[in-house]
C-alpha cells in the first residue's frame, strides 16, 4: 500500500466524516424548526380557545354594564385582529393585538368591580376565571414559543450550521413580542384617583 493509497484512503474518511456531520447538522436544524411549529401551534391552540369564550364573556357583561358598551366593543374589536393575526401567521401583528386585548380585558376587569351583581354572577365568574387561566397559559407557551425561537436563529448563525441552513433555506422566525405598553408598570394612583 503506497502513500497515494493511505492518501485517498484519508480523503474518503474525511468525506465521509464530513457528509455525516453535513446530516447531523441538518437533522438538529429540522427538529428546531420542528420545535418552533409545535410551540406556536401550543399558542394558537389556545388563542381559539379564548377567542371562542370572549364573546360569551361579553354578552354576560352587556347584561349588567350597559353604559360601558365602548369598552365591550373594543374588547371585540382587539379579539378580531387577534383572529386575523392568528391565521394569517404575522407573529409581529399578533403581538400588537394582543396587547390591546389585553389591555380590554384589564379594563373590562376593573369596570367590572362597580357593578356588584356582575361581579356575583357565576357564569361571569366561570368565564373570567376561564379566561384569566387562558391569559395565564398563552404567556407560558409564548415564552416557550421564544425559546424555541431564540434557539433556532442563534443556531442558524453560527457557524458551519450557517452554511447548511443556507444551503438548504433555513430561515430565522420572529419572537412573539406585546407593546411597552403591556411591559410598563400599572399606574396605581391613576387607578385609585377619581
Same mark, same amino acid.
Request: glycine share 6%; hydrophobic share 45%.
Given at each position: ?6 492518501l ?9 466524516l ?31 380557545q =379564548?377567542?371562542?369564550e370572549l ?13 360601558e358598551? @365602548?369598552?365591550? @366593543? ?7 385582529r ?15 393585538? @394582543?396587547?390591546?386585548l =389585553? ?26 376565571? =376561564?379566561?384569566?387561566?387562558l ?5 407560558? +407557551? +409564548? ?20 452554511i447548511?441552513? =443556507? ?9 412573539l413580542?406585546?407593546?411597552? @405598553?403591556?411591559?410598563?408598570d400599572?399606574?396605581?394612583k ?5
Amino acid at each position: 500500500m503506497g502513500l497515494g493509497d493511505v492518501l485517498l484512503i484519508v480523503l474518503l474518511v474525511a468525506a465521509i466524516l464530513l457528509i455525516v456531520y453535513g446530516i447531523v447538522i441538518y437533522n438538529h436544524l429540522v427538529a428546531l424548526k420542528h420545535n418552533v411549529a409545535k410551540a406556536w401551534s401550543n399558542i394558537d391552540v389556545l388563542l381559539k380557545q =379564548r377567542h371562542d369564550e370572549l364573546p360569551k364573556l361579553v354578552e354576560v357583561c352587556k347584561q349588567y354594564m350597559g353604559y360601558e358598551q @365602548e369598552t365591550l @366593543e373594543k374588547v371585540m374589536q382587539a379579539r378580531a385582529r387577534v383572529a386575523a393575526a392568528r391565521e394569517g401567521g404575522d407573529v409581529p401583528a399578533l403581538g400588537q393585538a @394582543e396587547t390591546q386585548l =389585553r389591555l380590554g380585558l384589564g379594563n373590562l376587569f376593573a369596570l367590572a368591580e362597580a357593578y356588584p351583581d356582575l361581579k356575583a354572577n357565576t357564569n361571569f365568574q366561570h368565564l373570567a376565571d =376561564r379566561v384569566t387561566a387562558l391569559e395565564n397559559s398563552i404567556a407560558d +407557551r +409564548r415564552e416557550y414559543y421564544n425559546e424555541s425561537v431564540n434557539l433556532n436563529n442563534v443556531r442558524i448563525e453560527q457557524f458551519p450550521d450557517v452554511i447548511v441552513a =443556507r444551503k438548504f433555506g433555513f430561515g430565522p422566525f420572529d419572537l412573539l413580542e406585546f407593546a411597552e @405598553e403591556e411591559k410598563a408598570d400599572v399606574d396605581l394612583k391613576g387607578l385609585f384617583a377619581g
